[in-house]
T-cell receptor, first 112, second 117 residues
Framework: GQQLNQSPQSMFIQEGEDVSMNCTSS?????WLWYKQDPGEGPVLLIA?????ELTSNGRLTAQFGITRKDSFLNISASIPSDVGIYFC????????????FGKGMKLTVNP | GAVVSQHPSWVICKSGTSVKIECRSL??????MFWYRQFPKQSLMLMAT?????????EQGVEKDKFLINHASLTLSTLTVTSAHPEDSSFYIC?????????????FGPGTRLTVL
């Protein structure tokens, strides 16, 4: 089945620092999504990307849809303690299926 | 907008009993709802795709007779874990996708923590 490789698996940063994470796929996707999950909660959609090369921002978050359509990255600038959580990438392929493929997640810890 | 609720938020049951989990889209209509399960420190695993008024489509390896899904309306889908056993203990999360509008991605519920004793 389709696989998404998400890296890094975890990061420990100081408050105020920037952080980057990325996802790569073995096949072409026509949609890339980034979600954040807090402990004991469901994922919350952060950014959705629909076009190759698209760069989209949501506050301190910036994400890009890779030109090859097989990768995406998410940047968080000037991190704050509430950025702590698990970040998942997800993709939807070209086949018309509504299903999403999820990465394994990146656990972010922000030290005040 | 795009709020999805789940009930209950947690449930503890005895082995052999059945448990029903509800998923509701509160402010939009969703022809498609999805059910996931998530084990500790792991990603979300899709169990089934539920379409209003039709039978759910189950992922490979998911027993349809054990995990009964009903999507009777555009705002409600239910997952019933039948004859639950300790290995069914997990975090169950639903999502719903809007049928129209510009923002029609999957929006997730808060999850239901199931513990089977």
């Amino acid at each position: 089945g389709q696989q998404l490789n998400q890296s890094p698996q975890s990061m420990f940063i100081q408050e105020g620092e920037d952080v980057s994470m990325n996802c790569t796929s073995s096949s072409i996707f026509n949609t890339w999504l980034w979600y954040k999950q807090d402990p004991g909660e469901g994922p919350v959609l952060l950014i959705a990307l629909y076009k190759a090369g698209e760069l989209t921002s949501n506050g301190r978050l910036t994400a890009q849809f890779g030109i090859t359509r097989k990768d995406s990255f998410l940047n968080i600038s000037a991190s704050i303690p509430s950025d702590v959580g698990i970040y998942f990438c997800a993709g939807r392929d070209q086949g018309g299926s509504e299903k999403l493929v999820f990465g394994k997640g990146m656990k972010l810890t922000v030290n005040p | 907008g795009a709020v999805v609720s789940q009930h209950p938020s947690w449930v503890i049951c005895k082995s052999g009993t059945s448990v029903k989990i509800e998923c509701r889209s509160l402010d939009f209509q969703a022809t498609t709802m999805f059910w996931y399960r998530q084990f500790p420190k792991q990603s979300l695993m899709l169990m089934a795709t539920s379409n209003e008024g039709s039978k759910a489509t189950y992922e490979q390896g998911v027993e349809k007779d054990k995990f009964l899904i009903n999507h009777a309306s555009l705002t409600l889908s239910t997952l019933t874990v039948t004859s639950a056993h300790p290995e069914d203990s997990s975090f169950y999360i639903c999502s719903a996708r809007q049928t129209s509008g510009s923002n029609n991605e999957q929006f997730f519920g808060p999850g239901t923590r199931l513990t089977v004793l």
